[in-house]
Every structure is written in C-alpha cells, then in structure tokens.
C-alpha cells in the first residue's frame, strides 16, 4: 500500500495550494479517504474524508467552506482544494485510508506534505 501526499509549499495568508494524495495497493473505488494535519506541539486534526464508494464527503467546522475534498477514480488519486488559507493552518499534512469505505478510522498512513503560510 502507498499514499503519497504532494502539493505542500509556503503561500501568503489568502493564498490557496492544492495536496494530492496518490494512493495504490488497494482497492481504490471502495476505500475512503481522509485528510489530516500536525501542527508542531499540537494533536493530530482531522479535516477532511471523501468516501470513493458514495462519494460522500465531511468536513470539520474549522476548514468547511475553505477546502474542499475531491477524487478521481481514474487516478486513484483525492485532492483537498485549500483557499483563504490562514497562518494557523501551517501544519504537516497527511492523507490515511479506510480500505472499507469509512470515515472513522484508519487503516494506513502515508507520509506528510509541510504546508506553511505566511502572514
């Protein structure tokens, strides 16, 4: 299994990126995957799942309405789309999959991409 974040960088606060998280080694269409991030000497917060079977999406209160989870099946491949970014949401980013298709846990982790913004 591999999931492999990419899209981090350093961006001015108002400023937008956008992480993709390719995955491999399972079955894709019937996984869910979510969104997390780190912040030094802060716990691990949950942003974002997009169920790949339904299509279902959620969303924590801190980031509805700024990011937004996509996917597509025929890269196997989930976006989070991050706009009217703020210098609190400087963290490491991770993407982690259900290979059952559901949001409240985790079967495997992939690696961060380091988001930094600017004020």
């Known amino acids: 299994v591999q999931l492999q974040a990419s899209g981090g960088g350093l961006v001015q606060a108002g400023g937008s990126l956008r992480l993709s998280c390719a995955a491999s080694g399972f079955t894709f269409d019937d996984s869910a995957i979510g969104w997390f991030r780190q912040a030094p000497g802060k716990e691990r917060e949950g942003l974002s799942c997009?169920?790949?079977?339904?299509?279902?999406?959620y969303y924590t209160d801190a980031v509805k309405g700024r990011f937004t989870i996509s996917s597509d099946n025929a890269k196997n491949t989930v976006y989070l789309q991050m706009n009217s970014l703020k210098p609190e949401d400087t963290a490491v980013y991770y993407c982690?999959?259900?290979?059952?298709?559901?949001?409240?846990?985790?079967?495997?982790w992939g690696q961060g991409t380091q988001v930094t913004v600017s004020s």
């Open positions: 997009i169920n790949n079977s339904a299509g279902s999406t």
């Open positions: 982690a999959v259900n290979y059952g298709s559901s949001c409240l846990t985790y079967d495997y």
